[in-house]
């Protein structure tokens, strides 16, 4: 509650809002100030008209109602026609120009946001909520961009307008038009409101938007479970909730636009009675210099301020909106990715040596720890497996290597190398991995599997796919792509393509999260053969429940909960009769009783 209290005392344009402004001018604008100052130009002639046809419609007036002379009036005629004509063709070129400033403008900002994103850790994506990310992209950039290139240009006009010909009136009758504008004090108060009120309407429908687009994307891609659990009311539900306080917020947000317009309209009937009265005094009395012609002249232009100036009010009630909107926008820039490269960052590592963890802290949340002083060596060239229970850390530290978060003290070495000292690419690129959570992308299979490699010839595609039993399915699909993330692929498919496509990086590092554990044994058995080619002379690291199928491993490592309590071959840690023994054993009766 205190925080409304304060939003609303905050003034109008912030130093925030002011700052973003000139930051979105730097960025997307300045290199266009030669068009925008044609555009400029070309506002100032429609202004001018305005001002040309007041006078026009003065002298034309005076015609009629004095000298009479039907050419001159012909004259004036086609005068206010040519200028009218002159007035639309420029209404036209201005919004030609603007139009394509603005959404060059959105491109940029698209462009620089999507490429800002990929620089973002992994960190981020896991905290944030995809519609959040998804309304920034695609929503508010359309916004800002519309905007910019019609909304500003049309208050330029207007302004113009306003002040061209509030100019030529007050040079008309300086009396007359102060008693237009004793109304102004109120329409700023009015403004002041509507301002305050739509800003901090717009902050909250923002927000709820994005919950709306996140809820949308989670049940869509969740369907499976929500039809299986039952849950489509539950959903159902969830997503009309988000609606409905959308259209809570947005009703409050318009309706209080709303009120710029009667607001607008009551103080010009106002200022409209004082001019036909004060002005009808002025004819009538002999002390001023006025005649009909001037009076009529002088409420029309008062029409004609009037209307640009409701626009303008306009205007600034939508400028509120958008500079919400523009914060949220470069708000994602205030997001730095940590993970990125040293100035002095090598490109290239011992990828053959032994890879070290000492004294590793790292966890994901400040109350959880998961690593609290982990020390093990993976020795170069050979296969180490990594074993323990679910939630034992086993992913994280195959993340940890492959630096999608950096530890939080001790350090990773490769060769003797300080992983912080090597490129991100060139630590990534030394990788070839099967993670847990396969990711498939709405592709044919073939493309899913060149993704890793997408200089890999076709030959070496076909290898990679019949070294992971897959060639078969890709024989039979074809180029069919494979649903969004792989939905129509079996659990153990996607599990194939997943080596497929380590087989095709043939990195000099090996990561094998659960790889094989959807397959069936006979699948499992000819792909390991063919792995067990693949890694051979390379650093693997294996993580697998399934123990027979890392028994043959160099060493084996067992963790439990983020610490390493036993360590060696497969036989040595069945000798010592720890943990790994327990497991081993366990795994091997449920296979002999069945
Ligand atoms: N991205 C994440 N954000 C926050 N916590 C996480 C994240 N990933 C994992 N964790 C937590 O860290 C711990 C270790 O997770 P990890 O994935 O390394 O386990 P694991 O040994 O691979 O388990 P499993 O055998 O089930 O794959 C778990 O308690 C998990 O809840
Ligand atoms: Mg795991």
């Not at 208050?155 to 306003?162: G, H, M």
């Not at 004294?359 to 323990?388: C, H, M, W």
Request: aromatic share 8%; charged share 20%; hydrophobic share 45%.
């Amino acid at each position: 509650m205190s925080d409304t209290k304060k939003a609303k005392r905050q003034p109008l344009y912030s130093e925030a809002d002011r700052d973003n402004m000139r930051w979105f001018w730097r960025l997307y604008l300045r290199k266009h100030a030669g068009k925008l100052l044609i555009v400029l130009g070309l506002i100032l002639v429609q202004g001018l008209v305005y001002q040309q046809f007041l006078a026009m419609t003065e002298s034309g007036l005076r015609v009629i109602f004095e000298s009479g002379a039907m050419r001159e009036l012909i004259m004036v005629c086609v005068v206010v026609f040519v200028l009218f004509t002159v007035r639309g063709v420029v209404s036209f070129l201005a919004p030609m120009i603007t139009v394509r400033i603005s959404n060059q403008a959105i491109f940029e900002m698209r462009r620089d946001l999507v490429s800002h994103l990929m620089s973002l850790d992994l960190a981020y994506f896991e905290r944030t909520k995809s519609g959040e990310i998804i309304q920034r992209l695609v929503t508010q950039t359309q916004a800002i961009g519309v905007f910019v290139g019609l909304a500003v240009a049309g208050a330029v006009r207007d302004a113009v307008t306003v002040v061209v010909v509030s100019g030529y009136l007050i040079w008309k009758n300086p009396i007359l038009f102060t008693a237009a504008i004793v109304v102004l004090p109120f329409i700023i108060v009015v403004m002041n409101f509507v301002s305050d009120r739509v800003k901090q309407g717009q902050g909250e429908a923002e927000q709820a938007l994005g919950g709306y687009m996140n809820g949308i994307e989670e049940t869509v891609n969740g369907m499976r479970t929500v039809k299986i659990a039952s849950q489509e009311e539950v959903e159902k539900n969830r997503l009309l909730k988000g609606t409905a306080s959308l259209r809570g917020l947005m009703n409050r947000v318009q309706i209080t636009q709303a009120l710029v317009m009667p607001s607008i309209d009551l103080s010009s009937a106002f200022v409209y009675v004082l001019v036909i009265g004060g002005g009808g005094y002025m004819v009538l009395s002999p002390s001023f210099d006025m005649d009909g012609a001037e009076i009529i002249t002088f409420l029309l232009g008062m029409v004609m301020v009037f209307d640009p100036a409701r626009l303008l009010a306009q205007f600034f009630g939508g400028l509120q909106s958008n500079l919400v909107l523009l914060d949220r926008v470069r708000a994602l820039y205030a997001e730095h990715p940590s993970i990125s490269n040293r100035p002095d960052a090598q490109p290239s590592f011992d990828t053959a040596g032994d890879i070290v963890l000492r004294d590793v802290r790292f966890s994901y949340a400040p109350d959880q720890p998961l690593f609290d002083g982990l020390s093990l060596t993976f020795e170069g060239g050979k296969v180490s497996a990594i074993v323990g229970a679910t939630g034992s850390g086993k992913t994280t530290i195959l993340s940890l290597l492959s630096r999608l978060y950096d530890v939080q003290g001790g350090e990773i070495t490769f060769g003797g190398t300080p992983i912080r000292d090597v490129q991100v690419e060139a630590l990534r690129g030394a990788f070839s991995v099967v993670a847990q959570d396969i990711v498939i992308f709405n592709a044919s299979i073939w493309d899913n599997i060149r993704y890793v490699n997408p200089d890999a010839t076709d030959a070496d595609i076909w290898q990679a796919a019949e070294n992971a039993e897959i060639a078969d399915l890709i024989r039979r699909r074809g180029e069919t792509p494979v649903g969004p993330k792989g939905a129509q692929l079996s659990g153990g498919q996607k599990q194939r393509i997943a080596i497929a496509r380590a087989f095709l990086r043939d990195a000099p590092i090996l990561l094998l999260d659960e790889a094989t554990s959807a397959l069936d044994q006979a699948t499992e058995a000819r792909i390991k053969s063919a792995l067990d080619r693949l890694t051979r002379g390379k650093t693997t690291i294996v993580v697998a429940h399934r123990l027979s199928s890392i028994a043959d491993a160099d060493r084996i490592f067992v963790l439990e909960s983020g610490q390493l309590i036993e360590s060696g071959g497969h036989d040595d840690l069945l000798t010592q009769q720890g943990l790994y023994a327990q497991l081993y054993r366990a795994q091997k009766k449920g296979y002999d009783s069945q």
